[in-house]
């Protein structure tokens, strides 16, 4: 089992910024990617950013160049930099872990943090 702890969620005006943090732990062999994606009220669950092992990262067209995503390894962390937050991107965003435990790959998932960009 791997849990994974989300934080960094709020209210935010429109042009702000938000930090999400990702901490997973348990009974983690190797990761192979963690990720952020988000569901908003009436809508299917999409993908928000990732990072891989190796580095390498992918965006949502419509993040790419406000949201920064990145990886701490060591500390099995994923961090998502929110910048000139707009109200579409309001959602609860949940953190995906994507590895190895004792058995096949398989994903785990956090339990979502609410981001709300109003004013």
């Known amino acids: 089992q791997v849990q994974l702890v989300e934080s960094g969620g709020g209210l935010v005006q429109p042009g702000g910024s938000l930090r999400l943090s990702c901490v997973a732990s348990?009974?983690?062999?190797?990761?192979?990617?963690m990720g952020w994606y988000r569901q908003a009220p009436g809508k299917q669950r999409e993908l928000v950013a990732d990072?891989?092992?190796?580095?390498?990262?992918g965006y949502a067209d419509s993040v790419k160049g406000r949201f920064t995503i990145s990886r701490d390894n060591a500390k099995n962390t994923v961090n998502l930099q929110m910048n000139s937050l707009k109200p579409e991107d309001t959602a609860v965003y949940y953190c995906?872990?994507?590895?190895?435990?004792?058995?096949?790959?398989?994903?785990?998932w956090g339990q979502g943090t609410q981001v709300t960009v109003s004013s």
């Open positions: 995906k872990w994507r590895g190895y435990t004792l058995g096949p790959i398989h994903d785990y």
């Open positions: 348990g009974s983690i062999f190797a990761t192979y990617a």
């Open positions: 990072v891989v092992s190796g580095g390498g990262t």
